[in-house]
C-alpha cells in the first residue's frame, strides 16, 4: 500500500517561505512523477508543480519564479520551496505521484498539507 505524506505546511507572513515535503512510504518502485497540486476555498484543484523521474520540471503561471520543485533521486521524496508567498497562495497542498505500468497510469495522493499566507 502506497502512502504518500506530506509535511511544512503551516502559517507565514506575505513576503516569506516554506518548503513542503513529501514522501513515499510502501513503494518499492519508482514513480513516473511526482508533484504538487493545491486547492484554495470555493476553487478546483490545480497544478503547482511537477517533477519527472528524468528531472524535467513543470509550473503553473502563477508560481514560476517563487516555487521550485525537486526531488531525492532513489527515494521517491519530492519538495516544493516556496519563495515570495502571497495571500493567494494561501490553499491546500496535495502531493501527487503518478505510476506507469504498461499503459496504464495509476496516480496517487497525499492528504494534504494546509498553507496559510496572512500578516
Known amino acids: 500500500q502506497v502512502q504518500l505524506v506530506e509535511s511544512g505546511g503551516g502559517l507565514v507572513q506575505p513576503g516569506g517561505s516554506l518548503r513542503l515535503s513529501c514522501a513515499a512510504s510502501g513503494s518499492i518502485f519508482s514513480f513516473k512523477a511526482m508533484g504538487w497540486y493545491r486547492q484554495a476555498p470555493g476553487k478546483q484543484r490545480e497544478l503547482v508543480a511537477t517533477i519527472t523521474s528524468g528531472g524535467s520540471t513543470d509550473y503553473a503561471d502563477s508560481v514560476k519564479g517563487r516555487f521550485t520543485i525537486s526531488k531525492v533521486n532513489g527515494k521517491n521524496t519530492t519538495h516544493l520551496q516556496m519563495n515570495s508567498l502571497k495571500p493567494e497562495d494561501t490553499a491546500v497542498y496535495y502531493c501527487?505521484?503518478?505510476?506507469?505500468?504498461?499503459?496504464?497510469?495509476?496516480?496517487?495522493w497525499g492528504e494534504g498539507t494546509l498553507v496559510t499566507v496572512s500578516s
Open positions: 501527487h505521484a503518478e505510476r506507469s505500468v504498461g499503459t496504464v497510469s495509476i496516480d496517487y
